[in-house]
């Protein structure tokens, strides 16, 4: 399974990206850091991210996406955009009808460091020694990114499987349902419209549609 996390922050929005399943060694595939201007407008900022976000999906064609939950902070200002760049990325991922999955912090400590009160420099640490990397990936911001990958990798296998079966369903119904709006209306089917009653097939049947 390949696995994008996402650290959400406009000015800073880390994403990495993992693959692996659970009990074997991972491997790194990206990791970066998508980046705003702090003094750029508001609306610029979220399309920056947007487009850093959308871009690196379809480059490495993650098979679901992690992103971390943003709880309410005491600068209001600041987890407002950080819920922002959350939002984004969840949408990018349902645009292209991949698994979204929360985590939270400590899920995420907990996953790769045993401690869900674990500071930085320990889940960083971890992350290096886990993906067996020569150099720690910096900033912070992106070693998160890559703690949230992990952590569905270990977790959210069975998640990312239900997903994909629900969305399964879900595109069965609406095929279903366009169908029979179709027959309703009359609009014909991509095979056509029904043959005259009593009309001979091709196979030699009688009073069936053509094929």
Do not use: Y
């Amino acid at each position: 399974m390949r696995v994008m996390g996402v650290d959400p922050g406009l000015t800073r929005c880390g994403v990495g990206v993992v693959e692996g399943v659970p009990g074997r060694p991972l491997r790194l595939v990206h990791v970066t850091v998508v980046r705003t201007a702090p003094d750029e407008e508001h609306a610029l900022r979220l399309l920056g991210v947007e487009r850093g976000i959308e871009a690196l999906m379809d480059e490495l064609s993650p098979d679901a996406v992690a992103v971390e939950r943003v709880f309410s902070q005491h600068n209001v200002r600041t987890v407002m955009g950080t819920a922002q760049a959350a939002g984004i990325a969840m949408l990018a991922a349902a645009r292209r009808g991949l698994p979204v999955a929360l985590h939270t912090p400590s899920e995420a400590k907990a996953a790769v460091t045993g401690n869900g009160r674990a500071d930085k420099a320990q889940v960083t640490a971890m992350v290096t020694r886990l993906l067996q990397l020569e150099a720690a990936p910096r900033p912070a911001d992106a070693a998160d990114a890559l703690a949230l990958a992990i952590c569905h990798v270990w977790r959210g296998g069975p998640q990312a499987r239900l997903a994909r079966a629900q969305r399964s369903r879900i595109e069965d119904a609406a095929r279903a349902e366009r169908e029979r709006l179709a027959a309703r209306t009359g609009t014909p089917s991509r095979n056509g419209p029904p043959a005259p009653r009593g009309a001979r097939t091709r196979s030699g049947d009688r009073g069936g549609s053509a094929q």
